[in-house]
């Protein structure tokens, strides 16, 4: 039987947040990308292996590296 709803990983982000995910994560990895353009946000959902916590560290830390 399925599930009427499931629970998902998904990123929320803007554009260059989108390009950053896309250069660290194997093209396979991310399942679908959606576009809220009204908010300027980027909604990308991974496969489940893929550690959100982990990404999101790594492309904080290096976007703050550049800020300083």
């Given at each position: 039987?399925?599930?009427?709803?499931?629970?998902?990983?998904?990123?929320?982000?803007?554009?260059?947040?989108?390009?950053?995910?896309?250069?660290?994560?194997?093209?396979?990895?991310?399942?679908?990308?959606?576009?809220?353009?009204?908010?300027?946000k980027?909604?990308?959902?991974?496969?489940?292996?893929?550690?959100?916590?982990?990404?999101?560290?790594?492309?904080?830390?290096?976007?703050?590296?550049?800020?300083?």
């Amino acid at each position: 039987m399925n599930d009427f709803i499931k629970v998902i990983k998904v990123f929320e982000t803007d554009m260059e947040g989108y390009l950053a995910i896309t250069s660290l994560l194997p093209e396979d990895a991310i399942l679908w990308v959606r576009n809220i353009e009204s908010q300027g946000k980027m909604i990308v959902a991974v496969k489940d292996h893929i550690d959100l916590q982990y990404i999101a560290d790594q492309i904080n830390r290096l976007h703050n590296s550049f800020k300083h």
